[in-house]
């Protein structure tokens, strides 16, 4: 109804992408706080259970795999992916309420995610790739984190070479060497993006 509406065009997606440990949370964290009249985050649904100190709503909508498979079959997700084993995805409503309030979208989802998103909104999908300086920083910064069992840490090292793999599908590869200067290429490639959505 409302995707005529100038707002709704005038918005987009920006996808970030990275393996467990690149330092992707830290920089998209600080994005949306100095952001917020512009930019928010997409909050993802997932089957995977609670971790930590995270609450329904606020990372993630946490749901049975029997009620994600449900959604998927209503068709009711942007995108969707099977991620180190649970599933994870994007609700359509997610993207078009924030367009219609005339915000751009910040997602923090996997490359097979992206890879949708960008088949899916080819207009107004801009993905950005943080890789690690190397793969053995994202083992230490991995462990340093003190939330996965060695299971899940020898699981998100397996898919981070998988990860890595598919950086060149990105529109801006940042590699995540000393924060504060990802931090600053990030923003400005962030800013200059929506600017050129709004005046398209
Ligand atoms: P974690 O379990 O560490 O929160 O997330 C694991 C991975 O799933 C991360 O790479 C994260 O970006 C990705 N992810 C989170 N939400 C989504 C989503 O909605 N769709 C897809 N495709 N990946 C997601």
Redesign the pocket.
């Known amino acids: 109804m409302y995707k005529n509406s100038e707002s709704y065009e005038k918005r987009g997606l920006i996808v970030v992408?990275?393996?467990?440990g690149a330092g992707?949370s830290t920089l998209c964290t600080r994005l949306l706080k100095e952001l917020p009249e512009r930019l928010s985050l997409?909050i993802?649904?997932?089957s995977?259970a609670p971790?930590g100190a995270e609450k329904e709503g606020q990372?993630?909508f946490f749901i049975s795999p029997e009620l994600f498979l449900n959604k998927i079959k209503q068709n009711e997700f942007a995108?969707?992916?099977q991620?180190?084993g649970?599933y994870?995805?994007?609700q359509k409503k997610t993207l078009e309420t924030f367009w219609k309030n005339k915000k751009n979208v910040l997602?923090?989802?996997?490359v097979?995610?992206?890879d949708?998103l960008r088949k899916v909104y080819p207009e107004r999908c801009f993905s950005i790739f943080i890789a690690p300086p190397s793969i053995e920083v994202l083992e230490q910064r991995l462990r340093g984190r003190g939330t996965e069992s060695e299971e899940s840490i020898q699981k998100r090292m397996k898919n981070a070479g998988a990860e890595l793999a598919r950086q060149n599908e990105f529109d801006l590869i940042l590699v995540n060497d000393v924060l504060e200067s990802t931090y600053f290429n990030l923003r400005e490639a962030v800013i200059k993006k929506m600017d050129e959505w709004e005046r398209a």
């Open positions: 992408s990275a393996p467990s992707k997409s993802s649904s997932t995977r971790r990372e993630y995108e969707w992916a991620v180190h649970n994870y995805g994007t997602l923090d989802i996997d097979q995610g992206a949708s």
